[in-house]
Nanobody
Framework: VQLQASGGGSVQAGGSLSLSCTAS????????MNWYRQAPGALREFVAR???????KYDDSVKDRFTVSRDNTKKTVYLQMNNLNPADTGTYYC????????WGQGTQVTVSS
């Protein structure tokens, strides 16, 4: 099983980034997909989720700025991040949950003020 995340980078506050995470080795359509992030020295925290049928949920800190989506034909989950601020800085991880759970390797997002 592999979850390959990409799309991180460095932007200034107010900018946008789009992350993607492509899965292999699992029946992707049967897994809820989550995004988490971890800032330096902090615990990993939930960011967004999309269920197998496309129901989404967001942490309050990103609501109305981030959008999670999925393409089951490409086995990929996306996270569109708009109006970024320095508090969004961290390593972003995708997670697949379907009874068992798998983690991607993380992609770094840095937002400067």
């Amino acid at each position: 099983v592999q979850l390959q995340a990409s799309g991180g980078g460095s932007v200034q506050a107010g900018g946008s980034l789009s992350l993607s995470c492509t899965a292999s080795g699992i029946p992707f359509h049967l897994y809820a997909m989550n995004w988490y992030r971890q800032a330096p020295g902090a615990l990993r925290e939930f960011v967004a989720r999309i269920s197998t049928i496309g129901i989404t949920k967001y942490d309050d800190s990103v609501k109305d700025r981030f959008t999670v989506s999925r393409d089951n034909t490409k086995k990929t989950v996306y996270l569109q991040m708009n109006n970024l601020n320095p508090a969004d800085t961290g390593t972003y991880y995708c997670n697949a949950f379907g009874g068992d759970t798998y983690w991607g390797q993380g992609t770094q997002v840095t937002v400067s003020s």
